[in-house]
């Protein structure tokens, strides 16, 4: 069964529909089978990996409200290993349709449960809001990673997101754990990008990532180009940065798994 983890923050472009996608193929290049869930209306992570939006027929919003079969749904990329379920603008209607629904929190979950033996991780780009459906992300995740971008306003926002993961945590998912704050966008010419590091490693400590995602032209072109930055430039920057991301998060759940085991032997 394949660990779910939602990418989340309720600030737009700091970074989340990138690391989806490039953490995605990152993890894919390194011969783990990924599922890449569009959960955002705009759809940027569907034409991202290379899918015309235009020409999506079913999608993650025919699966939640219609109860269609994602095992249908579900596309195939550039990248052997690397799968999608892909968004459209429907989504931003399913919100108000969910609302009189029995269990509407789960039903994303739901949803992940008829595919999740097919893979060993399945990653939930969520929209930029705290609404119904990145609460159903969180309630179906088995944790979750959050994009800090180097900039002023970095931290703001973020303890109503964490508040959100709390009450989560208490009430929908108990289980569910940071993952690790990703801090993203980051120039190491400015001071104020190193203030930002230096400030979220004081507050966060150990929860968040060694590997720190640099700003790079490369991670900015490879989406209209529908391609991952591995795929677009492998050897850029922002393709190695996710690269090393993957590992981070390779070696810390080999660890995890490692422990339990050894547990299991005593």
Do not use: W
Not at 65 to 92: C, F, M, R, T, Y
Not at 120 to 141: E, F, H, K, R, W
């Amino acid at each position: 069964m394949g660990k779910v983890i939602a990418i989340a923050n309720q600030k737009g472009g700091v970074g989340k529909t990138t690391t989806a996608i490039n953490l995605g193929a990152s993890l894919a290049v390194l011969e783990k089978r990924v599922l890449i869930i569009d959960a955002d209306p705009q759809a940027n992570a569907t034409s991202g990996t290379g899918f015309d939006i235009k020409k999506v027929t079913t999608s993650i919003y025919e699966c939640l409200i219609e109860d269609a079969n994602p095992g249908k749904v579900i596309l195939n990329s550039e990248i052997s290993n690397l799968d999608l379920i892909p968004s459209h603008i429907d989504l931003v209607g399913a919100e108000i349709e969910m609302l009189n629904m029995n269990e509407r929190e789960y039903m994303l979950r739901n949803v992940i449960n008829q595919v999740s033996d097919q893979y060993d991780y399945i990653l939930i780009d969520c929209s930029p809001s705290l609404g119904l459906i990145t609460v159903n992300a969180l309630t179906a995740a088995n944790s979750v990673i959050l994009p800090v971008q180097c900039e002023y306003f970095a931290l703001e926002g973020l303890g109503k997101l964490l508040n959100t993961i709390n009450i989560i945590q208490r009430g929908l998912n108990p289980g569910l754990e940071i993952e690790g704050f990703l801090l993203t966008m980051y120039d190491s010419r400015l001071r104020l990008s190193n203030q930002v590091v230096e400030e979220v490693r004081k507050h966060f400590q150990q929860m968040v990532f060694d590997t720190i995602i640099q700003r790079n032209i490369k991670l900015t072109e490879a989406p209209s180009f529908g391609k991952p930055a591995v795929l677009y430039d492998a050897e850029s920057r922002g393709a190695v940065s996710y690269l090393n991301l993957a590992r981070e998060i390779l070696q810390k759940n080999e660890e995890t798994l490692l422990k339990q085991a050894e547990k299991v032997m005593d």
